[in-house]
């Protein structure tokens, strides 16, 4: 089996096979964590982003209070069964497929090449969503609306196929793909140039101290998110849309825009999502490195000791 460089430049020579494994578990581990810690504020961006109700912090601080008053703690992190069924496959997927685009695109490990570096983010983010995207319709469902109406993940799957048809889980799809690029594009190139740059100023072949990555995480996030925010208000307003008021992207877009305005419609929440984006991001690249770390290290350890 052949041998595969990655961007641990001090653990020898794995094989592709041990890296595709490494990086789907430590992927996993790392999304769910980041999600589970952040759940409450997602939900609270999601109400926010389908509603008409303007956004404030204090606004945002009286959803959650009053989701805890009527429904109780475990209220608020109502969806995230949803979620984790879909983030742990979502952020294994994209983690993985971001090092084997890297490794297929022949991205340079010393910056010569960012546009490869762009377009392996973007098709990274592209792969994962694409195969995990039902299970990102159910939980947005599932966060805007009461637990009678959809009381667990496998009634959301039911009930909408039962009721809407199977196209609808792919509703809000395009929009999704579109923001994804951009999303995750900046993401992992702002993630990896700034693990670069730390490396060649502290000449250090090793990746950051969990500190520094979740900082450099938490810029990534703040600019990825940032760069896409539009279209994921698109997104929510389409995948929560059961009258067919937001049958396309410009209708959405137009619609939101015209009745909302830019800042209070298209970029409504944002602000929230400079709060839970980084530390969603940070958390998830940090962990993620520091998984895949001890788990390549955990393999030459043992084929050494063999």
């Known amino acids: 089996m052949s041998k595969s460089k990655h961007d641990d430049p001090h653990i020898p020579h794995l094989t592709n096979s041990e890296i595709v494994v490494t990086s789907l578990c430590a992927g996993a581990g790392a999304g769910a964590l980041a999600k589970t810690i ?6 609270t961006k999601i109400n926010f982003q389908i509603g008409h109700r303007p956004y404030s912090t204090k606004r945002a601080l009286k959803f959650l209070l009053e989701t805890y008053r009527r429904e109780g703690f475990f209220a608020l992190w109502r969806g995230n069964s949803a979620t984790m069924a879909r983030i742990i496959p979502h952020a294994a997927i994209q983690f993985t497929a971001h090092e084997q685009w890297k490794r297929i695109l022949k991205v340079d490990q010393t910056g010569k090449s960012p546009g490869r570096l762009f377009l392996a983010g973007s098709l990274a983010g592209a792969t994962s969503q694409s195969l995990t995207y039902p299970l990102d319709f159910a939980r947005a469902r599932m966060a805007v609306t009461h637990k009678h ?13 039962s009721t809407e048809g199977i196209l609808t889980f792919y509703r809000g799809y395009i929009p999704t793909i579109a923001g994804v690029l951009p999303y995750a594009g900046v993401s992992f190139f702002t993630y990896d140039t700034l693990k670069r740059l730390y490396r060649e100023k502290f ?35 389409m995948q929560t849309d059961t009258v067919g008021k937001y049958p396309s992207i410009y209708k959405t877009l137009k619609y939101v825009y015209t009745n909302e305005g830019l800042r209070r419609g298209l970029y409504k929440g944002l602000s929230m999502n400079w709060i839970k984006g980084p530390i969603a991001v940070g958390i998830s ?6 998984a895949k770390s001890f788990l390549r290290n955990v ?3 043992y084929r050494e000791g063999t």
Not at 149 to 161: D, N
Not at 208 to 227: D, E, H, K, W
Not at 285 to 290: E, F, G, R, V
Request: aromatic share 12%; no cysteine; hydrophobic share 35%.
């Open 285 to 290: 690249y940090a962990t993620y490195d520091s």
């Open 203 to 237: 000449h250090d072949s090793h990746n950051p101290p969990p500190s520094i990555s979740l900082l450099f995480g938490a810029v990534a996030g703040m600019l990825g998110q940032t760069s896409s925010y539009p279209l994921d208000i698109v997104r929510r307003r």
């Open 149 to 161: 109406e959809y009381a667990t993940l496998r009634h959301v799957f039911y009930k909408i196929y």
């Open 299 to 301: 393999i030459v350890n």
């Open 38 to 43: 952040i759940a409450p504020l997602d939900r």
